[in-house]
């Protein structure tokens, strides 16, 4: 079992920036894939950014690029969202989801492989 954990959520005015933060623990935790997904009211939940399990692999959807990175620490096996330059249709509940490495890359969060999800943290953004 792997639990994750996010925090770091808020409210932010356009233009500013947040940093969430995904702790990942349980067995094998660090064996991991870990992706930010996010979900606004009357959408469906999409892909944000993702980091392999070395902390060697990124990868962004084309809405964020420029302007939100991620990263993991190893040690405190958690995976970081620092967003910057936040627009209002980044306004969202964001998700962090864990995918065993062995089985590679693949960031759609309608991927059952995507074992382990938290509960969401939620960032609100005002114009």
């Known amino acids: 079992q792997v639990q994750l954990l996010e925090s770091g959520g808020g409210l932010v005015q356009a233009g500013g920036s947040l940093r969430l933060s995904c702790a990942v623990s349980g067995h094998l935790a660090s064996n991991y894939n870990v992706g930010w997904f996010r979900q606004a009211p009357g959408k469906e939940r999409e892909f944000v950014a993702g980091i392999s399990y070395s902390g060697r692999v990124t990868a962004f959807a084309d809405s964020v690029k420029g302007r939100f990175t991620i990263s993991r620490d190893k040690d405190l096996n958690t995976v970081y969202l620092q967003m910057y330059d936040l627009y209002p249709e980044d306004a969202a509940v964001y998700y962090c989801?864990?995918?065993?490495?062995?089985?590679?890359?693949?960031?759609?969060?309608?991927?059952?492989?995507?074992?382990?999800w938290g509960r969401g943290t939620q960032v609100t953004v005002s114009s």
């Open positions: 989801a864990a995918r065993l490495s062995a089985l590679g890359y693949h960031w759609d969060p309608k991927d059952p492989a995507y074992d382990y």
